[in-house]
């Protein structure tokens, strides 16, 4: 059972796939229980609300040592508790494949929920948290290297910026989106949701040294892990033009009429983000 | 986003794995989505609360046809909709198994929650809605028979009492749990929880004559299924001594001290309910 003072309750849910969404080689069982509980606290988040609870579906192959569950609900719990939310309980299976499902709620303190439909000509488009990072880790990783740790820790366990959500929703954001598939798709998202346009200036977009390092390492243009790259949960929100919102935010763009995201006044052709059907 | 009008909400969450919980040959996706809603609303009511909605997560094979998809969600929806629940939406990712996670909300309408811990000695344990028929119609099948009709139905399609879930809360149940491995199983769980002894009295349990109809046929002691039997999400329950639940309850035997279900006086060494990890 979950307290929701306000009358309602956000919730979402998500699945992971063993071999797909998280390699048991690449990332521990702490880590993959932080990584299930982080994508499903950034997506309350993204809806304004403070998460307050998560259910664990796990259907399970018999050779899986029961260690390995421990340490996940370990590293679930560990995600939830500086957030003040729970592990509430869940349902336990038997499968070939190893499948996670994850359900979080979020409470919304008595404010509208933001949505992806809310953008409207003339806000700002910004973002708040890493981007490209965790897919820049997952890049190292699929070269058979482990370092640099910092892009490798960033796949293996994002950590979104959850207080921007609900203090977003104050500040007024329009529309809002944890940025699990990609910015650009992502943003696409909030684009046919609103029917409206977002225009990209990546001029605006720092991509860091270190992205730029392993980018060149690994041959790979790193904007495109900024643009493309999934699994860090940075926050993308629309503000109204006259509210640009306070750092951490960082406007980065801005809605027009149209339909879709442009990227420096072209179509992005660029890797396309996460496909979920990939 | 899901109204909770009371300030708290239940939730609960389940998995279920093609080939496991269902077979897509044996069963079409109307009927698995009717019954993977069905064993989460029944589990809501099972709490005492009124179900308000369900999340749906899919992880599902490439070659599976879109169609099939939509008559589950439907199937869904056409068992949520006569309780005044909605499916509030979900999430698809690809796997190489069809699973299926649920999860479902409820609304405790400001009564306290009736949970398995709450049974003590000298309560009267009852309950009501079919119990064998699911497990006397997957016999039936398995035997590759399709027929009788009303007990392959009952597999596929259960019929939980959801009504008399916050019946019983507001006639004083002081645990409860809806049969979803056998009776004696979630029973079983009931006298853990409670720390209790739980006496069932068979001649009190009534085995409609097409039960053992098709018993007979099949070689099986009807009385296994009825006792052993999962998957019909009736409602089990005690009530204190002094407040024996009115029809359509049924009192099936006592709480008194000890720990665990006996049958008829003794140890029930039948073939011991659904085991989630078989």
């Given at each position: 059972m979950l307290a929701a003072p306000d009358g309602r309750v956000v919730a979402t849910t998500?699945?992971?796939?063993?071999?797909?969404?998280?390699r048991r080689d690449w990332s521990t069982a702490t880590d993959v229980g932080r990584k299930?509980?982080?994508?499903?606290?950034?997506?309350?988040a993204a809806m304004g609300a403070v998460p307050t609870g998560l259910l664990l579906g796990l259907a399970v192959p018999p050779d899986l040592a029961v260690a390995?569950?421990?340490?996940?609900?370990?590293?679930?719990?560990?995600?939830?508790?500086p957030l003040g939310a729970r592990v509430l309980?869940?349902?336990?299976?038997?499968?070939?494949?190893?499948v996670l499902a994850v359900t979080a709620f979020g409470d919304l303190q008595g404010r509208a929920p933001v949505t992806r439909s809310g953008a409207r000509p003339g806000d700002v488009v910004a973002y708040t948290g890493r981007l490209g990072w965790a897919a820049a880790?997952?890049?190292?990783?699929?070269?058979?290297?482990?370092?640099?740790?910092?892009?490798?820790?960033?796949?293996?366990?994002?950590?979104?910026?959850?207080?921007?959500?609900?203090?977003a929703a104050e500040l007024g954001a329009t529309a809002m989106v944890d940025v699990s598939d990609g910015l650009v798709a992502d943003l696409q998202h909030v684009a046919v949701a609103s029917e409206v346009g977002i225009e990209l200036d990546t001029s605006r977009l720092e991509v860091?040294?270190?992205?730029r390092d392993v980018g060149k390492a690994l041959g790979v243009e790193p904007?495109?892990?900024?643009?493309?790259?999934?699994d860090d949960h940075a926050l993308a929100a629309t503000f109204p033009g006259d509210r640009r919102p306070p750092a951490p935010w960082k406007v980065i763009g801005?809605?027009?009429?149209?339909?879709?995201?442009?990227?420096?006044?072209?179509?992005?052709?660029?890797?396309?983000?996460?496909?979920?059907?990939?």
């Open positions: 998500d699945l992971l796939v063993d071999g797909r969404h998280f299930a509980a982080a994508q499903n606290l950034a997506d309350v390995w569950l421990e340490e996940l609900a370990d590293g679930m719990r560990a995600e939830c508790e309980g869940g349902d336990v299976t038997r499968s070939d494949v190893l880790g997952l890049a190292v990783l699929g070269r058979g290297f482990r370092s640099p740790v910092s892009m490798v820790a960033a796949h293996r366990r994002p950590e979104p910026p959850y207080a921007q959500g609900p203090r860091p040294a270190k992205l904007m495109d892990w900024v643009l493309a790259g999934g801005r809605v027009a009429r149209g339909r879709g995201v442009v990227v420096d006044g072209a179509a992005y052709p660029g890797p396309g983000g996460w496909d979920h059907f990939r």
